[in-house]
C-alpha cells in the first residue's frame, strides 16, 4: 500500500475507487404481476434473494474494501495447529493470542488419555437427550465437580454454552418479570431475555447504582427480578463489584445470574473464578453460568446452583430437555481439565501474572486498554474498525495473531484489537508482542486510513 507523506496515494484511492465500482450491488430480481384477487398463489411477488438481504449488502462491500487495501478477510480463517499460544496460519508459525485456553491445557497428555479412553468405552454420543436414554455417569461426575467450585448443591451441564444461557433465562422468567443486564452482556443472555418474554433494561457497564436506581424505580412493579453480569467481560477484560451486587440482589429481592465463561480458572488463587477473588461465599449467587470450552479446553455449558433450581431446569429448560446429552469424549476432557486446574494452582498464578505484565507493557506503550483489569483479556482500543483489521492482517505477517474486534460484536467506535492471555506464553513473547502492536498503531494512524476515508469514496461512487 503506497502513501504519499503518510496519506494515501491518488493511484491507491482510484484502485480502491475502481475495485468497489466492479462491486455492484444486487438488484431484488424482477417482480411479477399481482395475482387476482382471492388467488392464493404470490410466486414471483416477493424477493426471496438471499442476495438482497441488507447485511448481504453489506459483506460485499466489506469483501471489496479487503480486497482493494490487499486484506485477507480475517473472518474463518483455518488454523493449521492444535488451539494455544501458538499456532500455525497458512504455514507460518504465529504467537496466538486469539484462543482462550487460558491454563495451557488443550492437548494435554492427562486430557488426551481420557478422552481416548472415554470414547473406547462409551462410543462419541449418549444418541438419546438425558430425560429419555443418555443420561450417563460422567455427567453426574462433571456435575458434582462443577458444583464444588461454588460450593452449589448441583450443577447442570449441557451441550452448548450459548444454549446454556438461553434456556436458563428463558425457562425462569416470563411475562411478568424483570431482567435488569449489563449492557455488555453476550449475545446467549440477551436472547434468551428475548425469548423469555420478561421486559428486558440493560444497565451501564458496571455501573451499580444505575443499577440500584432502576431497582428503586421498578422493582415493585414485576413480580420477578433476575440481575445478569459477567465475570470477566469478555471484550473488555474487566468484572463487577461481587460484593455490592450481592448486597443488591439481597435487599431488592433479587435473583443474581453471574457468568463465569471467562472468569473461571482466571480469577481466584485457584481459578474458582470472582467469588473466591472477591471473598465472598458463592453460595450468596443464585445462579452461576458458565462455558466448558475456555478453561475447562471441551465444549458445553454449565449451571450452578441451588438443588431446587437444578431439578428445575432439568425439566424445563429446553436446551436440556430437547437436546441430546453431552457425549463422553466431552465430558472427560471437562472433568480432567478442572482436576488438573485444582492440583496446579501454579498455571492460575502464572496467567495472572503474564496478564498483568501485557497490561502494564500496553500502558507504558500508550496503547488504549480501556478498563481491563488485566488477567486473560485485554483490548487495545482503536476505535475505527477498518484500521483494527488492517492492524491484524500487518500484526499477522509480523507472526502475531490478535483477532479484530468491531461492530456488532462491540459498540460503535470502540473496534479493538482483543488479546487472550494464556498461562504458556512468555515473557519474550508477550513483550514482542506489545511493542509490534505500539508499532503498528503509529504506523496505521500516520496513513490517515479509517471507514471515513472509504465512505467518501462511497459517495464519490455513487454520484
Given at each position: 500500500m503506497k502513501t504519499e507523506g503518510g496519506r494515501f496515494s491518488r493511484g491507491f484511492k482510484a484502485a480502491l475507487l475502481e475495485t468497489?465500482?466492479?462491486?455492484p450491488a444486487v438488484e431484488?430480481?424482477?417482480?411479477?404481476?399481482?395475482?387476482?384477487?382471492?388467488?392464493?398463489?404470490?410466486a414471483g411477488k416477493f424477493d426471496t434473494s438471499f442476495e438482497t438481504l441488507p447485511a448481504?449488502?453489506?459483506?460485499?462491500?466489506?469483501?471489496?474494501?479487503?480486497?482493494?487495501?490487499?486484506?485477507?478477510?480475517?473472518?474463518?480463517?483455518v488454523h493449521d495447529a492444535m488451539a494455544g499460544a501458538r499456532s500455525v496460519i497458512a504455514g507460518q508459525p504465529v504467537v496466538n493470542f486469539a484462543s482462550y485456553d487460558y491454563l495451557g491445557l488443550n492437548g494435554h497428555p492427562d486430557i488426551t488419555a481420557a478422552v481416548i479412553e472415554a470414547t473406547k468405552t462409551w462410543g462419541t454420543s449418549v444418541s438419546a437427550s438425558r430425560i429419555t436414554a443418555g443420561e450417563r455417569?460422567?455427567?453426574?461426575?462433571l456435575e458434582r465437580a462443577l458444583a464444588d467450585i461454588y460450593e452449589a448443591d448441583d450443577a447442570l451441564v449441557f451441550v452448548s454454552g450459548h444454549a446454556t444461557a438461553i434456556s436458563t433465562v428463558a425457562a425462569l422468567l416470563g411475562p411478568k418479570d424483570l431482567i435488569l443486564h449489563d449492557s455488555l452482556i453476550h449475545n446467549c443472555v440477551v436472547v434468551g431475555a428475548q425469548l423469555s418474554g420478561a421486559t428486558?433494561?440493560?444497565?451501564?457497564?458496571?455501573?451499580?447504582?444505575?443499577?440500584?436506581?432502576?431497582?428503586?424505580?421498578?422493582?415493585?412493579?414485576?413480580?420477578?427480578?433476575?440481575?445478569i453480569t459477567e465475570g470477566l467481560f469478555s471484550m473488555d477484560g474487566d468484572g463487577p463489584d461481587l460484593a455490592r451486587l450481592v448486597d443488591i440482589k439481597d435487599r431488592f429481592d433479587c435473583w443474581l445470574m453471574v457468568d463465569e465463561a471467562h472468569s473461571v480458572g482466571v480469577l481466584g488463587a485457584t481459578g474458582r473464578g470472582i467469588a473466591e477473588q472477591a471473598g465472598i461465599d458463592?453460595?450468596?449467587?443464585?445462579?452461576?453460568?458458565?462455558?466448558?470450552?475456555?478453561?475447562?479446553?471441551?465444549?458445553?455449558?454449565?449451571?450452578?446452583?441451588s438443588r431446587p433450581l437444578i431439578d428445575f431446569l432439568k425439566l424445563a429448560a429446553p436446551g436440556m430437555v430437547y437436546s441430546v446429552g453431552m457425549p463422553a469424549p466431552a465430558a472427560l476432557a471437562a472433568l480432567t481439565a478442572i482436576e488438573i486446574m485444582r492440583r496446579e494452582p501454579a498455571r492460575v498464578a502464572r496467567l495472572q501474572a503474564n496478564g498483568q505484565l501485557f497490561l502494564r507493557l500496553a500502558r507504558e506503550a500508550g496503547l488504549d486498554v480501556g478498563t481491563s483489569a488485566g488477567y486473560a483479556v485485554t483490548p487495545v482500543i482503536i476505535g475505527d474498525s477498518l484500521r483494527t483489521v488492517l492492524?491484524?492482517?500487518?500484526?499477522?505477517?509480523?507472526?502475531i495473531n490478535a483477532f479484530p474486534i468491531v461492530p456488532p460484536g462491540v459498540p460503535e467506535k470502540s473496534a479493538r484489537l482483543r488479546f487472550f492471555i494464556s498461562s504458556e506464553h512468555t515473557e519474550a513473547e508477550i513483550?514482542?508482542?506489545v511493542a509490534a502492536t505500539a508499532e503498528e498503531v503509529a504506523g496505521v494512524e500516520r496513513e490517515g486510513i479509517s471507514l471515513g476515508t472509504i465512505a467518501k469514496l462511497m459517495i464519490k461512487r455513487a454520484t
Amino acid at each position: 500500500m503506497k502513501t504519499e507523506g503518510g496519506r494515501f496515494s491518488r493511484g491507491f484511492k482510484a484502485a480502491l475507487l475502481e475495485t468497489m465500482v466492479k462491486t455492484p450491488a444486487v438488484e431484488p430480481a424482477p417482480r411479477a404481476g399481482s395475482t387476482s384477487a382471492g388467488s392464493a398463489a404470490s410466486a414471483g411477488k416477493f424477493d426471496t434473494s438471499f442476495e438482497t438481504l441488507p447485511a448481504y449488502q453489506a459483506f460485499r462491500t466489506q469483501r471489496a474494501v479487503a480486497d482493494a487495501l490487499h486484506l485477507n478477510f480475517p473472518f474463518y480463517r483455518v488454523h493449521d495447529a492444535m488451539a494455544g499460544a501458538r499456532s500455525v496460519i497458512a504455514g507460518q508459525p504465529v504467537v496466538n493470542f486469539a484462543s482462550y485456553d487460558y491454563l495451557g491445557l488443550n492437548g494435554h497428555p492427562d486430557i488426551t488419555a481420557a478422552v481416548i479412553e472415554a470414547t473406547k468405552t462409551w462410543g462419541t454420543s449418549v444418541s438419546a437427550s438425558r430425560i429419555t436414554a443418555g443420561e450417563r455417569d460422567f455427567h453426574r461426575q462433571l456435575e458434582r465437580a462443577l458444583a464444588d467450585i461454588y460450593e452449589a448443591d448441583d450443577a447442570l451441564v449441557f451441550v452448548s454454552g450459548h444454549a446454556t444461557a438461553i434456556s436458563t433465562v428463558a425457562a425462569l422468567l416470563g411475562p411478568k418479570d424483570l431482567i435488569l443486564h449489563d449492557s455488555l452482556i453476550h449475545n446467549c443472555v440477551v436472547v434468551g431475555a428475548q425469548l423469555s418474554g420478561a421486559t428486558r433494561r440493560p444497565f451501564p457497564h458496571n455501573d451499580l447504582a444505575g443499577l440500584e436506581a432502576m431497582l428503586a424505580a421498578t422493582r415493585d412493579k414485576f413480580e420477578r427480578v433476575m440481575i445478569i453480569t459477567e465475570g470477566l467481560f469478555s471484550m473488555d477484560g474487566d468484572g463487577p463489584d461481587l460484593a455490592r451486587l450481592v448486597d443488591i440482589k439481597d435487599r431488592f429481592d433479587c435473583w443474581l445470574m453471574v457468568d463465569e465463561a471467562h472468569s473461571v480458572g482466571v480469577l481466584g488463587a485457584t481459578g474458582r473464578g470472582i467469588a473466591e477473588q472477591a471473598g465472598i461465599d458463592p453460595r450468596r449467587v443464585d445462579i452461576w453460568l458458565g462455558t466448558l470450552s475456555k478453561t475447562l479446553v471441551s465444549c458445553g455449558g454449565y449451571v450452578a446452583g441451588s438443588r431446587p433450581l437444578i431439578d428445575f431446569l432439568k425439566l424445563a429448560a429446553p436446551g436440556m430437555v430437547y437436546s441430546v446429552g453431552m457425549p463422553a469424549p466431552a465430558a472427560l476432557a471437562a472433568l480432567t481439565a478442572i482436576e488438573i486446574m485444582r492440583r496446579e494452582p501454579a498455571r492460575v498464578a502464572r496467567l495472572q501474572a503474564n496478564g498483568q505484565l501485557f497490561l502494564r507493557l500496553a500502558r507504558e506503550a500508550g496503547l488504549d486498554v480501556g478498563t481491563s483489569a488485566g488477567y486473560a483479556v485485554t483490548p487495545v482500543i482503536i476505535g475505527d474498525s477498518l484500521r483494527t483489521v488492517l492492524l491484524a492482517e500487518r500484526l499477522l505477517k509480523r507472526g502475531i495473531n490478535a483477532f479484530p474486534i468491531v461492530p456488532p460484536g462491540v459498540p460503535e467506535k470502540s473496534a479493538r484489537l482483543r488479546f487472550f492471555i494464556s498461562s504458556e506464553h512468555t515473557e519474550a513473547e508477550i513483550r514482542a508482542a506489545v511493542a509490534a502492536t505500539a508499532e503498528e498503531v503509529a504506523g496505521v494512524e500516520r496513513e490517515g486510513i479509517s471507514l471515513g476515508t472509504i465512505a467518501k469514496l462511497m459517495i464519490k461512487r455513487a454520484t
